[in-house]
């Protein structure tokens, strides 16, 4: 027996796949790229309505889930296999994409540039319950033409562990792609292991941009796994109830999976998304609000009902500061992303409305993961029956700190967190010198960084890379990439 987390019923996840499905084929997708919207038409998809938006059929539907697996693995760096996303195990990986930092030396949020990219990675390769690292800043020392290939090239360089990451124009996923080329050696490699997985966002309300499409049929031809993630906003992009939205985020991801399918049958994709609701208060969308957490946890389980793997945007806030509001609002979205059995948890780490990033957070919410873990893994008994010579001992002892049961089961049993969670008495911690929560992290952040290994990529694949990323950035105006 396992805890588990369910909002929809058996009923009512299929009711929403049927509405979805009715929205596509009556209602349609508008698909801005003139190839992507000729290529759908080409495999029967209907574009000749007067309002110029593609309708997709409940058998085309149909015929891109059979071909969608069930499950796909990442690789490291080496070649190694980090995930597979099949079964009960969540991963968690660093929200993405942020253009800010939290800077703690001075407490404001700012630009990021390469340092905060290259400490980033390094945190992040010594936190061993993230299993896969993010392009989690966009550097604003680079043009920007180049910033997300930019981003990918660093995590590249400096961490082993496989990248979400994602292009923000058409031409940028070329080089985004020879990058994860150069460190697999060919296009064969990247499709048997890949190291990276793209992020393909459709727009809301129920539309495909040019990049973003592009960008879908781009990874399908690579064969590169893709998360497909919509973002409709409760009662501003989509419909104000929980139920409406869910409906249309299912659109929106089944009008992916059609395309990459119709491409490439059988490319890897997570049923993904970041949907949230509109504070028309304060004309803002808090990713830390529970009915976003809901949303996104009821999204993920259409997506198993469809027998997709599944990805959200979840464990994150909305806080300006590492507070208690960050506390609350990640943890809860943790514990209910993994009670829920999401496979790909990305958010950690986030601040301010996902935009941006905390090295310090990420350390806090390293911890929230691990706890987590624990209370999915339940409770069952561990040689507790028959129970009487436990007692005994007991009562004998008037201890049990170094009985045998204690010693076999005391680390299966019991969490116990790093330094930046204090559960020391008040008079060890003041004979310590009272630190506080920030103290304890930053510390931590110090010695991770200070200890890190550099990556074993091999030294013809960073010199690939390194030309690969100069060449880019020369073609964009900049004679050479920042100091790192």
């Not at 992507?36 to 110029?52: P, Y």
């Not at 296009?187 to 960008?215: F, H, I, Y």
């Not at 992290?441 to 110090?446: C, F, S």
């Not at 013809?460 to 790192?484: F, H, S």
């Amino acid at each position: 027996m396992r805890p588990q987390f369910q909002q929809l019923d058996g009923d009512l996840v299929d009711r929403i796949i049927t509405e979805a499905k009715t929205v596509l084929a009556e209602v349609g997708v508008d698909i801005g790229d003139d190839e992507t919207r000729s290529f759908l038409a080409d495999h029967g998809a209907g574009v000749d309505g007067e309002d110029g938006r593609v309708r997709i059929s409940d058998v085309m539907v149909e015929a891109a889930l059979d071909t969608t697996p069930l499950s796909f693995s990442l690789y490291d760096v080496l070649g190694e296999q980090t995930h597979s996303f099949e079964g009960n195990r969540t991963h968690f990986t660093p929200g993405s994409a942020a253009i800010n930092i939290l800077d703690r030396s001075t407490g404001e949020i700012r630009p990021a540039v390469t340092g905060d990219l290259v400490a980033l990675a390094k945190l992040v390769s010594g936190l061993p319950r993230y299993d896969a690292q993010s392009t989690a800043l966009v550097s604003s020392d680079v043009p920007e033409a180049i910033s997300d290939s930019y981003r990918l090239f660093i995590d590249l360089l400096y961490c082993e562990k496989p990248v979400v990451t994602g292009a923000f124009t058409i031409e940028g996923f070329e080089v985004i792609r020879d990058l994860l080329l150069a460190v697999r050696g060919s296009a064969e490699e990247l499709a048997a292991k890949p190291v990276g997985m793209l992020t393909c966002c459709p727009t809301a309300p129920l539309r495909w941009t040019d990049e973003g499409s592009q960008n879908l049929m781009d990874c399908a031809r690579q064969r590169i796994p893709v998360e497909i993630i919509p973002v409709p906003l409760t009662g501003f992009m989509a419909p104000v109830t929980l139920v409406g939205t869910l409906i249309q985020h299912t659109a929106e991801v089944l009008s992916g999976v059609v395309i990459a399918q119709l491409v490439q049958p059988g490319t890897p994709l997570l049923f993904g998304g970041s949907p949230a609701i509109f504070d028309v208060r304060y004309s803002t969308t808090p990713m830390g609000a529970i009915e976003t957490t809901m949303l996104t946890c009821a999204a993920a389980e259409v997506g198993k009902r469809l027998g997709m793997p599944t990805q959200g945007y979840i464990s994150l806030s909305d806080s300006k500061a590492l507070d208690a509001q960050a506390g609350f609002e990640t943890g809860i979205g943790a514990l209910m992303a993994a009670l829920t059995g999401i496979d790909n948890v990305s958010g950690p780490g986030m601040l301010d409305f996902e935009s941006a990033q905390s090295l310090e957070k990420l350390v806090v919410d390293h911890e929230i993961c691990l706890m987590t873990d624990r209370v999915r893994a339940g409770i069952e008994p561990r040689e507790d029956y028959p129970s009487k010579a436990h007692f005994e001992e007991l009562l004998a002892e008037k201890h049990l700190m170094i009985a045998d049961h204690t010693r076999r089961h005391l680390r299966s049993e019991l969490t116990f967190p790093g330094p930046v969670i204090d559960r020391t008495s008040r008079q060890r911690w003041l004979e310590e010198g009272s630190k506080t929560l920030d103290e304890n992290v930053a510390g931590e952040v110090h010695r991770i960084i200070g200890e890190f290994t550099p990556s074993r990529i091999g030294d013809d694949v960073r010199k690939n890379l390194e030309e690969i990323m100069t060449a880019a950035a020369r073609a964009n105006g900049m004679d050479a990439l920042p100091e790192r």
